[in-house]
């Protein structure tokens, strides 16, 4: 059984930092597509960060040069380092994986998710 849970949410002021963790069980890791995903209300959900099983990596542009997408294997570790926090960043943020090492499709497995909010 997959399961991918979120921690390292939280209220941070604009222009702080936030890590946020994903553990991942259930299924091969390594070779899987994951991202970091958010959402807030009344919009669709917007992928931020992903990296594949490869370890190639890919950002919406709003989190270029800002958020860092990172993978620990050994501990089936998903990460996403947020520095420079604006307010639009304030959002849901999901963690999921595709079971597939490329990234170019629709994501398989979703985390419960966790809250950050950036105040100004």
């Known amino acids: 059984q997959v399961q991918l849970v979120e921690s390292g949410g939280g209220s941070v002021q604009a222009g702080g930092s936030l890590r946020l963790s994903c553990a991942a069980s259930g299924f091969t890791y390594r070779r899987y597509c994951m991202g970091w995903l958010r959402q807030t209300p009344g919009q669709k959900r917007e992928k931020v960060a992903l990296?594949?099983?490869?370890?190639?990596?890919g950002y919406v542009d709003s989190a270029k040069s800002r958020f860092t997408i990172s993978r620990d294997s050994a501990k089936n570790n998903l990460y996403l380092q947020m520095n420079g926090l604006k307010a639009e960043d304030t959002a849901i943020y999901y963690c999921?994986?595709?079971?597939?090492?490329?990234?170019?499709?629709?994501?398989?497995?979703w985390g419960q998710g966790t809250q950050v909010t950036v105040s100004s």
């Open positions: 990296i594949d099983g490869d370890g190639n990596t």
């Open positions: 999921a994986a595709r079971s597939d090492r490329f990234c170019g499709g629709a994501f398989d497995y």
